[in-house]
């Protein structure tokens, strides 16, 4: 099946400035993902690497990791209230056009959650295409908080109550229904979910799949320290595999 992988970062980040090319550990950010891409594309040759973003220094960081694109994201979709979901459907596009083919899936590899192996990838894709009639498929962590115990909304009188109310409470984390966080490092698409015009990841025809190792999602500046830490001081009980 022919794959378009992407990788979308774009220049304007209000969180981390410049987070994508921030040096975590000695190198840039992207570099992560981009050796993950490499690798991927490496052993399924079906697979065309793009990426997506309006930065020239991006697009200069991308290049001296090995990935290079003719693609330029247009800037109406580099603003903070775009979804991801437009990102993505505008770029396989733009593919699709320029190279004169279709492409059966794609796969989106998130620049601010750099901790997945090859095996992730593959066991995620391999997932999906098990279960014909799933849209798409998103990698998920173990949470710490669960609606149904410990997670709260504030309701109109003021009053503070648990976001998920079963008519017979649940007493204990390990008794509650499982559920997981989104952890943004791996998402698996058909083809058929930008024709059928989605706007969110999450559909009622999409697969979770659990890694089983620590993964960090980097939105703020305190992410970066911490994660360079338990890097530096080898904490961290995943091993990169692409260096």
Known sequence: MS???TICARGGSKGIPGKNIRPLNGKPLIHYTVAAALAYAKGHPDTVLTLSTDSDAIRASSAAAGLTTKYLRPAALGKDHVGKIDVLRDVLNWE???RGM?????IDLDVTSPLRTLEDIEGAVATLDAKAD???IFSVSPPHRNPYFNMVEEQPDGYARVVKRPDTPFLTRQS???VYDINGSIYVYRSEFFSSGQTSATTDRSLAYLLDH???DLDLPVDFTFMEFLLKRKLLD???PFY
């Open 238 to 240: 995943f091993p990169f």
């Open 214 to 216: 620590q993964c960090f």
């Open 134 to 136: 799933a849209l798409n």
């Open 3 to 5: 794959t378009l992988l």
């Open 102 to 106: 279709r492409f059966d899936r794609l």
């Open 176 to 178: 509650s229904p499982k």
């Open 96 to 98: 699709e056009a320029h």
